[in-house]
């Protein structure tokens, strides 16, 4: 078996993933888009703005590799999102907006 995770760069639109994003953290996930908390990993959509979670994205990434394979075994339709990328990428396009207009 030579399948194994590895992370691929690919283009993809920020704004549209914050809103099927679940972020999570040690024991429990947020949602990205209502900021709702204490959301379980296996949960397909957000308790309070009912978003289908499509991305997730793994505050501490090193902690949770033991998680993948079964997230991509219940899961696969579901895509992980690096944290660090997100997090960096979101703050640069919220500088990028207070320099509009
Ligand atoms: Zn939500």
Known sequence: MSERFVRVFK??????????LLVYGDVSGQ???CDTIDIKINVPLCPN???EFKFISFRNIKSH???LAKLDAEK????IIDF???KMNLGKMKAENLFKD
């Open 84 to 86: 660090d990328d997100y």
């Open 11 to 20: 283009k993809v639109d920020l704004n549209a993933i914050k809103k099927q």
């Open 31 to 33: 949602c990205a888009n």
């Open 76 to 79: 696969p339709s579901v895509t």
């Open 65 to 67: 590799l033991p998680k």
């Open 49 to 51: 703005c009912k978003t």
